[in-house]
């Protein structure tokens, strides 16, 4: 199925659209008795031992919409979940609708986060990163925490990772474009065309010229050390 190739997913695909897995949880979230901490963590188990794309899916959908019943203990099955989902699909939803308002409500784990931006997954490492998206993205947040993050990722070849941190700088730029700009000006001869290109949509047409063309001259130098070395 064309959703299982562009996922690269070894799961099973049931070919249900989005917007009816999301009329299903609405359904549950509406229908009575009302979902207790409990049974949603049993419901989300259940889903998600089952190999099937859209079952597990539904498992995330229904965490964001009772996401007020986690508490921080419940941060062992979060982690489980983004170490199993091995697809974008799962880990930012995760990360960004569900582990980042936890992590506001309970700012103890920034702890695990802390952890996470230095592991060896790097669907883990990239939920680190986006999980600090929410606040961010309202002109609030923790960019140094974040910038700390970004900065030893700076480098990595891997796609996922360098997309995220353009995304956040991207979204963070919407409010505070200042804080991007000085954060990423320095750094933009390590930084990858995916992570600058993202960063400088929402700047002023200054900050943007400054920045890409600070990126065209560390990829000079970088060209030309690679060609001095051969």
Not at 32 to 54: I, M, N, Y
Not at 59 to 76: H, N, S, Y
Not at 120 to 132: K, Q, S, Y
Request: a positive charge.
């Amino acid at each position: 199925m064309a959703e299982k190739a562009y996922l690269k997913s070894d799961l099973s695909f049931l070919g249900v659209p989005l917007p009816a897995m999301r009329q299903l949880v609405n359904t549950i979230r509406r229908r009575p008795p009302a979902l207790d901490r409990d049974a949603l963590l049993q419901l989300v188990r259940t889903l998600w031992s089952r190999s099937v794309f859209e079952l597990r899916m539904v498992a995330v959908l229904t965490l964001e919409a009772f996401g007020p019943l986690l508490r921080p203990a419940d941060i062992r099955l979060l982690e489980r979940l983004i170490r199993e989902s091995k697809t974008w699909a799962f880990v930012d939803e995760l990360a960004i609708a569900i582990i980042g308002p936890l992590v506001e409500r309970a700012p103890a784990l920034l702890a695990v986060l802390d952890r996470w931006s230095a592991d060896t997954d790097f669907w883990v490492r990239r939920c680190a990163l986006l999980a600090l998206l929410p606040p961010l993205r309202r002109g609030a947040g923790d960019f140094e925490r974040f910038g700390r993050y970004a900065d030893r990722m700076l480098g990595e070849r891997e796609f996922f990772i360098r997309k995220a941190i353009g995304w956040v700088l991207r979204e963070t730029g919407k409010k505070q474009p200042e804080i991007v700009y000085a954060w990423l000006l320095p750094r933009c001869g390590r930084a990858s065309g995916v992570t600058v290109r993202e960063a400088v949509k929402y700047l002023s047409p200054q900050q943007r010229s400054a920045l890409l063309s600070a990126y065209a001259a560390g990829a000079h130098l970088r060209r030309a050390s690679a060609h001095a070395l051969r």
